[in-house]
């Protein structure tokens, strides 16, 4: 039977909250003719909805969303002379920022402010924020009392970036190449991957540059390493990128980024994240059958959640599985033989996917068009929908798999399957969020996670 662990994280469906907050952006958005051009690029280039690229709204005291917010079950997270910013605990919506102003501002989140400004030849408009601060932002177009506007983070959910002194952005230069360039397999030369120094190796990297940038900042620079090395070793996700990068939009509309993992590494991959300033949320156990479970992590400054997937017995359920560590076991999963085959996705392998919110069927039909098929949705509710790309077919370290054979865990036919048409390595992840649901389908992961097994031809 599928579980969710911690009740505390037992995410519910928001409807009305999302409905007033997305009537409040089309009436925004509707009047200004440079955002609802924008709107109808989004969806006709990239397959994505404006609404998921909204980061916050900025609201006159009079509005009368403004009026509304403790009543949609938001919560003030901050109060000063000039503003209050209020956020939801319990729904994937935006933030709301109450102003003495007169106008109403949407503001999207891109990668790059800079980049979304020459992507539409926006010459005249002022930047706000210092060179590589922690937050830039500006204002693209406005019309009687609607804006819009762009806002670049990096590790912060705040909205004031200070000017960085010239030490701190060659930190930053130093720290983005470590990161990109980090050594990912550790080997004796002999086929016998020692993943344990590679953990030790990313350990010191991430503790240099916590020491030097922050655990916010550098948990920021890190993951967009990570974006790129997965993003080298996926097509689907180096087509999605280069058609939102055309709109100066980036990876701003990830959602969650997913890892599997060996279960003698599990709890040293959770450490990791921790170091990084991560906090564990809802566990997951697909159930006997399934024979995985998941760790679901979040940096809420950073706004990055991570989803960590480890083969999983139904008597380790009860414990904490992500900290008290899992001993190897000759049996694997699909979890974890994809890690033998393919190494660690926080070394070797890179993600297995990345998840980003879209329309579903714009999407996927784009996608197709390009040559990207996706497969069958194993999410199709009314408020979230999922899908993983086809996925990317590498070639396997013939090391790997003839210690595989040795051991037992793969047979002949398997070993040379292996050996002849490689293995799914990675794919990219479409979902459509609506309802502000914040949560994930555990019966259609289950599903996802058994149909991705390494030792299923012809699935992926």
């Not at 409040?24 to 709107?39: E, N, Q």
């Not at 319990?90 to 102003?101: G, K, W």
Request: charged share 25%; proline share 2%.
């Amino acid at each position: 039977m599928n579980q969710v662990l911690n009740e505390e994280f037992d995410w519910q469906r928001c409807p009305e909250v999302g409905r007033l907050i997305a009537r409040r952006v089309d009436h925004v958005v509707g009047d200004i003719p440079f955002a609802s051009r924008l709107r109808k690029c989004m969806l006709d280039a990239t397959g994505t909805r404006l609404i998921d690229w909204v980061d916050h709204l900025c609201l006159p005291v009079t509005d009368s969303l403004s009026r509304m917010v403790e009543e949609m079950g938001y919560v003030r997270a901050a109060r000063d002379v000039e503003e209050e910013v209020w956020r939801h605990p319990a729904a994937l919506v935006p933030t709301i920022r109450i102003r003495e102003q007169a106008t109403a501002d949407v503001c999207l989140k891109v990668d790059s402010v800079t980049d979304f400004l020459q992507a539409h030849q926006l010459d005249d408009v002022a930047v706000m924020g210092h060179l590589d601060s922690i937050v830039k932002s500006a204002i693209v177009a406005q019309a009687d009392n609607c804006r819009l506007a762009v806002i670049e983070r990096h590790g912060t959910s705040g909205f004031q970036g200070e000017a960085i002194s010239e030490a701190t952005r060659n930190s930053l230069v130093e720290h983005a190449a470590a990161f990109l360039n980090r050594e990912r397999i550790f080997s004796d030369g002999n086929s016998v991957f020692n993943e344990v120094a590679g953990f030790e190796q990313a350990h010191r990297l991430i503790e240099a540059a916590v020491d030097d940038l922050g655990v916010n900042r550098a948990c920021d620079l890190f993951f967009e390493s990570e974006r790129c090395y997965w993003e080298s070793r996926n097509q689907a996700a180096r087509m999605q990128k280069k058609r939102q990068d055309q709109l100066g939009l980036g990876w701003a509309n990830h959602d969650h980024h997913t890892y599997r993992s060996s279960r003698e590494v599990f709890s040293r991959l959770v450490g990791l994240l921790e170091s990084l300033g991560f906090t564990c949320r809802e566990r997951f156990y697909g159930g006997a059958d399934a024979g995985w479970g998941a760790q679901v992590l979040e940096q809420a400054h950073a706004g990055i959640v991570v989803f960590a997937d480890v083969d999983l017995a139904p008597d380790e359920v009860a414990g904490d599985f992500a900290h008290e560590g899992l001993a190897a076991r000759d049996e694997l999963g699909t979890v974890g033989l994809w890690c033998k085959l393919h190494g660690e996705a926080i070394m070797a392998a890179g993600m297995h996917h990345l998840e980003c919110q879209f329309d579903f069927d714009a999407a996927r039909a784009q996608l197709a068009d390009a040559g990207i098929e996706t497969m069958k949705p194993f999410t199709d509710f009314e408020y979230l929908k999922q899908a993983f790309t086809v996925g990317e077919v590498w070639e396997i370290d013939p090391g790997r798999i003839e210690l595989l054979r040795k051991t037992g865990q793969i047979n002949n036919e398997q070993c040379n399957q292996f050996l002849d048409h490689g293995s799914v390595g990675s794919h990219l992840e479409i979902l459509q969020r609506d309802d502000g649901y914040k949560g994930f389908n555990q019966t259609g992961i289950s599903e996802i996670i058994l149909a991705t097994d390494p030792r299923h031809r012809g699935v992926v």
